[in-house]
Nanobody, 119 residues
Framework: QVQVAESGGGLVQPGGSLRLSCVVSGTQFSSYSMAWYRQAAGRQREHIVRLSRRGTTTFMASSVKGRFTVSRDNARNTTYLQMNNLKPEDTAVYYC????????????WGQGTQVTVSS
């Protein structure tokens, strides 16, 4: 069973930074492309970044371009979302998604981690 666990959320002031981590277990992590989504209160879940199995960023939403970067460490089964110059509109629950569809594996969501940007 694929398990996904995010961590690193919290309260940060505008202009600050946070790094979210996403650990995947129960499967061959290197076979998965990884994505981050976020959902603000009262809004639909938004796809913000996607990272290929080889570590290439294949999608980045315009709302975060130039401020967020995504990376992976296959040795640690972990994906990171580095968020810089945070804005109040970045406040949301951030979800990690392990996508195994391209290799016929089960995909799975994490439980989410809250990021609040406020002074």
């Amino acid at each position: 069973q694929v398990q996904v666990a995010e961590s690193g959320g919290g309260l940060v002031q505008p202009g600050g930074s946070l790094r979210l981590s996403c650990v995947v277990s129960g499967t061959q992590f290197s076979s998965y492309s990884m994505a981050w989504y976020r959902q603000a209160a009262g809004r639909q879940r938004e796809h913000i970044v996607r990272l290929s199995r080889r570590g290439t960023t294949t999608f980045m939403a315009s709302s975060v371009k130039g401020r967020f970067t995504v990376s992976r460490d296959n040795a640690r089964n972990t994906t990171y979302l580095q968020m810089n110059n945070l804005k109040p509109e970045d406040t949301a629950v951030y979800y990690c998604y392990a996508d195994g569809s391209s290799v016929g594996e089960m995909s799975s969501w994490g439980q989410g981690t809250q990021v609040t940007v406020s002074s």
